[in-house]
């Protein structure tokens, strides 16, 4: 395989990241109406957006993507980053997109002073989380939601 390259998303790239976006999605079971991709993407592009992300390019195609933020942390002032979406083409998994993806975005928080980078993810994601246990450390925490609404 060619090596992979990670950019900011650009302009050019909106119907890829669309379609990486929505199987994305389809793997945790939701959808979004048009609006909000239409609304999420142009935040991505907004460089005054609290949202950013990351593509990754074999070959000049875009076969993975990552969307992630920075927030406050109440037990430091430093902020933390929060890798919210991280997406690899099913046809290229394996090969390293997926963990050069959390590289990209833990360079920029590590150079944003950040106090960590963390993400969350499906508990049965199996091959997800074999990265995840090779590149990070498994904390023991669950996340719940609580209906708003």
């Not at 379609?19 to 991709?37: D, G, K, S, V």
């Not at 999420?40 to 390019?57: E, H, K, M, Q, V």
């Not at 049965?124 to 719940?144: E, Q, S, T």
Request: hydrophobic letters at 35%; proline letters at 3%.
């Amino acid at each position: 395989m060619t090596a992979t390259q990670i950019t900011e998303l650009r302009t050019e790239d909106r119907e890829r990241w669309t379609e990486l976006w929505r199987l994305y999605l389809e793997f945790y079971e939701t959808t979004a109406p048009t609006e909000i991709y239409d609304h999420t993407w142009s935040r991505l592009l907004d460089p005054s957006a609290p949202i950013y992300g990351f593509g990754a390019r074999v070959d000049g195609r875009l076969v993975g993507i990552t969307h992630y933020l920075f927030h406050d942390h109440a037990w430091s002032p430093k902020q933390v980053c929060y890798l919210q979406d991280l997406y690899v083409d099913s046809g290229i998994r394996g090969g390293g997109v997926g963990k050069a993806l959390i590289e990209a975005v833990g360079n920029v928080a590590r150079d944003r002073d950040c106090l960590r980078l963390y993400w969350t993810t499906k508990e049965d994601n199996a091959r997800a989380r074999r990265l995840y246990d090779y590149i990070a450390k498994f904390n023991g925490f669950i996340r719940y939601d609580y209906a708003l609404g």
